[in-house]
């Protein structure tokens, strides 16, 4: 059975503390694909949250110092209770105070799985790469040498995305090309990416699994996004950002096995 029938199956909470920008579009979205989703923040809830979810989805886009106590507090609980953990960097390097404030993270949690663009998870691991703001920003560079280093240094998974995104374990490292320019259109793609990437761990059962399952949810995505465009094409980025939404619902196991881009580059 492949993981996105498990979670359409299974149904698995996904608790979300994220940004304010993308709140709805992410909860709709694991809707969209069958994963139940939570968005709690309280610091007096988040430790019982995280300990009855599936997963964790982290997200820093809009901190401030009350939200990354929840972070904190959700990531402590769900280590203690063996609940996956994705943290999705937004905007590290952008600024010094995001910069500090995810390495205090990466320091006190540990992590799963790690998703962000080239330039927040070189910052993550201290190299550098030029952003622009809670973006890639341009750049020529070892995009697979960096999502490679991350990974054994934060013991995680690491998914770094883009035209083309990279998974390694730091061992073993996939790189999947399904996707569309128009999800660099939709703020907030990445962002339900890195949820959608907590439903597909929280459906795996051991670390072998949880790799191939972050795998599938990449190129799921990423394919997802491929029958948005088409049914799209000639209408802007609106109609596209609802037809993503549609996509994640209809995009079947077998559609996904058929139009799936994926390239095991690295280990095995
Ligand atoms: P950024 O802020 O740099 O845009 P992000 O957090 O929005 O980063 P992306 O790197 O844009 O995240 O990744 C979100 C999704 O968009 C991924 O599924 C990725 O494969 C896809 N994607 C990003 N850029 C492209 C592109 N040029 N062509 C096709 N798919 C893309
Ligand atoms: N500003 C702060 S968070 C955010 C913006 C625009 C959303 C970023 O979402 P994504 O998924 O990285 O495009
Ligand atoms: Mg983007
Ligand atoms: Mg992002």
């Keep these: ?17 994220t940004n304010i920008v993308v709140a709805p579009f992410v909860a709709n979205g694991l809707l969209a694909l069958g994963a139940s989703p939570f968005m709690a923040y309280a610091h007096e809830e988040v430790a019982d949250v995280a300990k009855m979810s599936g997963a964790v989805v982290l997200n820093i886009g809009t901190l401030n110092k009350d939200v990354v106590q929840s972070i904190l507090l959700a ?59 809670v973006d890639a920003g341009q750049g ?9 280093r991350a990974a054994q240094k934060l ?22 090309s399904n996707g569309h320019v ?15 990437i907590g439903a597909f761990a929280a459906v795996a059962t051991d670390n072998k699994e949880r790799l191939d399952s972050v795998v599938e949810a990449l190129a799921f995505y990423g394919v997802a996004a491929e029958f948005a465009a088409d049914r799209t094409e000639s209408q802007g ?30 280990g095995g």
């Design 140 to 148: 020529e560079g070892d995009r697979i040498g960096i999502a490679e």
């Design 237 to 266: 980025p609106g109609s596209f950002q609802i037809e993503l939404l549609n996509q994640l619902d209809l995009v079947s196991p077998s559609v996904l096995q058929q139009r799936a881009l994926i390239r095991h580059i690295h």
């Design 1 to 17: 059975m492949s993981y996105l029938e498990r979670i359409r199956t299974q149904n698995p909470l996904v608790h979300n503390i």
């Design 155 to 176: 013991n995680c998974i690491v998914v770094i995305t883009g035209r083309e995104d990279v998974i390694t374990n730091g061992h073993l490292t996939y790189l999947v």
């Design 75 to 133: 990531g402590i609980s769900a280590n203690a209770h063996q609940v996956p953990v994705v943290l999705d960097p937004v905007g590290a390097g952008a600024t010094s105070y995001r910069s500090e404030q995810v390495q205090m993270l990466v320091r006190e949690l540990r992590l799963t799985i790690l998703r962000g663009n080239v330039a927040e998870v070189a910052n993550v691991i201290g190299e550098h790469w030029n952003s622009k703001g």
């Design 182 to 196: 128009l999800l660099t259109q939709v703020t907030g793609a990445g962002c339900l990416l890195s949820a959608v």
